[in-house]
């Protein structure tokens, strides 16, 4: 078995999409904050301007596939089962920062819920809450 | 596409394609009608969710079905009496099965019901074959109409 560090690190290598996203995490522990810089590519209202509601649920998803990766080690990516994702507010063009909390986690399914904020964590712009089909190593 | 009135097209053109991050994934306009829109997001390398399979990544799929769910109520709002601009209140993602290696996405949303204030959208996506799908959304939507008139939202 990897570390902790490890293997969220070949997380997030592996996967080309969070290269794309350019996210990055921090860990504590086995306490992990997603990190999603802004960058001019993920935004999705010019006018505000507003990072795209669907770059807020994927960073939303893959901090929770990445917290996954950190506390049930696999080598193969878990799988989303359903998410639903809250708008709070406006993701402004600012760096956001995610953490998950694995509510509930079982033989073959997670629960997760996971918040996301800017400047402030105590006014998340967005949250996750969904199922995911944990992968076994074979 | 002939019927939808031209600031439609051009609304949605614009949008599925002039959009920053839709533009970053490459998505494709695919049909635009009243309260209706199809866009595709074709498989890309630096796209891969799963590099065992080569599956496109979830992320692009949640975003292709959150772009499309706002093209129908874009397109809602462009065909009616009334503009306004929306925001989106929660999104739920079911998804089916993984899409198939090196497989594009599409998805099509249909606003089913607009009230005063709130638009309900649903929307499905495929790879191949329409009839097995990736995954399926439902969302709602606040309108933000200019003037508000009448009675209080």
């Known amino acids: ?138 | 596409m002939s019927e939808v009135p031209t600031t439609v097209r051009q609304m949605a053109e614009h949008m599925a394609t002039s959009v920053p991050q839709a533009a970053a994934l490459g998505f494709r306009l695919l049909s635009v009608d009243v309260a209706r829109g199809s866009i595709e997001a074709p498989w890309r390398e630096d796209l891969v969710g799963d590099p065992d399979t080569q599956v496109i990544s979830g992320g692009v799929v949640i975003t292709l079905l959150d772009h499309t769910c706002g093209l129908a109520m874009s397109s809602s709002a462009f065909a009616g009496t009334a503009p306004f601009s929306t925001a989106t209140l929660d999104l739920r993602i079911d998804y089916m099965r993984a899409a198939a290696p090196r497989a594009g996405v599409i998805a099509e949303a249909h606003c089913y019901k607009l009230t005063r204030t709130i638009g309900f959208v649903r929307a499905e996506a495929w790879d191949l074959d329409r009839s097995d799908l990736v995954a399926t959304a439902q969302a709602a939507f606040i309108l933000n109409r200019p003037h508000p008139t009448g009675a209080a939202a």
Do not use: C
């Open chain 1, 1 to 138: 078995m990897s570390s902790p560090a490890e293997q969220l690190e070949t997380f997030l290598q592996r996967v080309p999409y969070v290269r794309f996203l350019g996210m990055r995490a921090e860990l504590a522990g086995d306490e992990m904050t997603a990190i999603l810089p802004f960058a001019p590519h993920l935004v999705g209202n010019t006018f505000l301007p507003a990072l795209h509601g669907g770059v807020i649920g994927a960073f939303l998803e893959a901090t929770a596939l990445a917290q996954l990766s950190v506390t049930q080690q696999s080598m193969r990516v878990h799988k989303t089962i359903d998410i639903t994702i809250e708008y709070l507010r406006p993701g402004r063009a600012l760096t956001s920062y995610a953490r998950a909390e694995l509510r509930k986690v079982g033989r073959r399914i997670a629960n997760v819920h996971v918040d996301a904020w800017q400047d402030d964590r105590s006014q998340p712009f967005a949250a996750l809450r969904g199922h995911f089909l944990l992968s076994a190593d074979t």
